[in-house]
């Protein structure tokens, strides 16, 4: 999993885990940090007029099909949970492709540069948030709006939402 999530960053098409597209990892962040994107799409990227035929036909057909659903990283259930979970601790699992990331491999134009803040660091993520996202509790903890504080006071003003607050500070800051 690591090894694909990494694909982008090693082939030096993005600098940091949250620009590569197409991986799981990007999907992982972008939920972490509450960011809700449409389904991007492999026809759209200036790789894909490079390709064969039979590869773009193959995207063509790839590209009619949903994304599929990110298995939960459960460390404790993994033997006793009905679902297929990832037997891994996500904030582990983030600081672990994070070290991968940074290690110059010889026979690979990208790495992660030495002075990009760590995923945890970049994310502003403690054990807690971490605990609260893979329950899935993090969506409730915002109430009827998700957002930066700014964003949350806006929205504040035009309805009666208060809730969130205290965590859009510490997600966002």
């Keep these: 999993m690591a090894y694909v999530d990494l694909n ?6 993005a600098d940091n885990l949250d620009d590569s597209d197409f991986t799981s990892i990007q999907r992982r962040i972008e939920q972490t940090q509450g960011i809700k994107k449409p389904q ?16 773009q036909s193959f ?7 949903p994304n599929a659903p990110l298995i939960k990283f459960e460390p404790k259930h993994h033997h006793t949970h009905p679902n297929p979970v990832i037997a891994f601790d ?9 070290y991968l990331g940074r290690a110059v491999h010889p026979s690979k134009r990208g790495y992660i540069a030495e002075n990009t803040p760590k995923m945890m660091q970049q994310l502003n993520l403690n054990e807690t ?16 709006a998700i957002g930066n504080p700014i964003d949350l006071n806006q929205h504040r003003e035009s309805s009666r939402a208060h809730k969130g607050q205290g965590l859009a500070k510490r997600l966002f800051a």
């Design 90 to 98: 996500y904030a582990d699992y983030l600081e672990f492709v994070d």
């Design 129 to 144: 948030l971490i605990d609260t996202f893979c329950q899935g509790k993090l969506l409730k903890s915002f109430g009827s």
């Design 8 to 13: 982008p960053v090693r082939a030096n098409i």
């Design 59 to 65: 995207f063509n057909k790839l590209d009619t099909l």
């Design 40 to 55: 991007t799409s492999m026809l759209q990227s200036p790789l894909f007029e490079h390709l064969s035929d039979e590869s």
